[in-house]
């Protein structure tokens, strides 16, 4: 599974194995195929992929950083353990905090060229619209993924990026729905979202973001 080319250029530039090695991984943890909680044999993934474990150990490290998986000493990796109902709330408490802030704060200082970045994303995710099954569901958890991690970056904010890092959102809250399905509602949001910073209106961007982020929650917590 190959991400679009819209996120090159973002935040993550791994070679092109290591891109496919991770999305693989990804896609199989996203698919319930490896469990939370379960055990990932780095010989046994380098086997079914008919990889070296160099780029294994890459991809599983970049999955680290992002929350999904665990390395713990002397036993390996696992894939991290599923949000509680609890973890859930307070997760978007926080994001509630920090991300209408990001958002207005891109509305004053995006570049033009990262704009046309993000709307290139929204373009790649309205082409998965109403797409059934893992693969796509995948895709598009990446591709929100870059979406929101540019906004963070783009507010030129240290300690705001460094806190929405450390949440993880994106890697967990994707593994809660059961039956994957890529919606209009959720392209029309961003799409506003991106309008808004595009017509430079910063309280505009933070409304916007500040919806998104409560219609995300009630959708979450449905599944």
Do not use: W
């Amino acid at each position: 599974m190959a991400i679009p080319n819209a996120v090159a250029g973002l935040l993550r530039r791994p070679a092109r194995l290591g891109d496919e090695v991770y999305s693989a991984i990804f896609a199989r943890i996203m698919s319930g195929e490896i469990g939370p909680g379960g055990r990932i044999g780095v010989d046994a993934l380098a086997r079914q992929l008919g990889v070296s474990q160099t780029p294994i150990r890459e991809a599983l490290g970049r999955l680290e950083a992002e929350g999904l998986v665990v390395k713990t000493h002397l036993v390996g990796y696992s894939v991290a353990p599923q949000l509680s109902a609890r973890q859930l709330a307070e997760l978007y408490e926080m994001r509630l905090l920090i991300e209408p802030f990001a958002a207005r704060k891109c509305a004053e200082v995006m570049p033009e060229a990262v704009i046309a970045q993000i709307e290139a994303l929204c373009a790649d995710m309205a082409a998965l619209a109403n797409a059934e099954g893992l693969d796509a569901y995948a895709q598009f958890g990446q591709l929100d993924m870059a979406f929101h991690d540019q906004i963070a970056v783009s507010a030129d904010n240290a300690l705001l990026l460094q806190a929405l890092a450390g949440l993880h959102a994106h890697v967990h809250l994707f593994r809660l729905v059961r039956e994957p399905r890529v919606t209009r509602t959720v392209l029309d949001e961003h799409e506003a979202l991106v309008a808004a910073i595009k017509a430079r209106d910063p309280a505009a961007a933070e409304q916007a973001m500040r919806a998104h982020i409560e219609r995300s929650h009630a959708r979450f917590a449905a599944a």
